[in-house]
């Protein structure tokens, strides 16, 4: 069984810039996992914001963090970060890391894949 942590959330101001990572441990090596970091509202569902293939050669974004947000993982580290910079209101949620048992250079964007999850950190970017 992998356990996810994830740390680093908060409140930015718009325009701002916030770095989120996770900590994978447990079960199989990081290494075989693509991982990724979803996020969500209390009005919407999960959404995939961005992922990262087992090796870190291919990376996924979804369009709205697109040239904002940065996913790298640390693979000697299990860990996985997401540094977001020029934050918008509309990037306030709570965020979650996530991992799945894909292929070499695979990068899911639907939550299904993804069989473990941390508990989720908040995000709050506001004025």
């Given at each position: ?17 916030l ?8 079960g ?32 996924r ?57 941390g ?9």
């Amino acid at each position: 069984q992998v356990q996810i942590v994830e740390s680093g959330g908060g409140l930015a101001q718009p325009g701002g810039s916030l770095r989120l990572s996770c900590v994978a441990s447990g079960g199989q090596p990081s290494e075989m996992f693509g991982m990724a970091w979803f996020r969500q509202t209390p009005i919407n569902e999960r959404d995939f914001v961005a992922g990262i293939s087992r090796g870190g050669t291919k990376t996924r974004y979804a369009d709205s963090v697109e040239g904002r947000f940065t996913i790298s993982r640390e693979s000697a580290r299990n860990t996985v970060h997401l540094e977001m910079g020029s934050l918008k209101p509309e990037d306030t949620a709570v965020y979650y890391c996530a991992a799945a048992q894909v292929l070499p250079g695979a990068v899911k964007t639907d939550v299904h894949p993804y069989q473990f999850w941390g508990r989720g950190i908040r995000v709050n970017v506001s004025s």
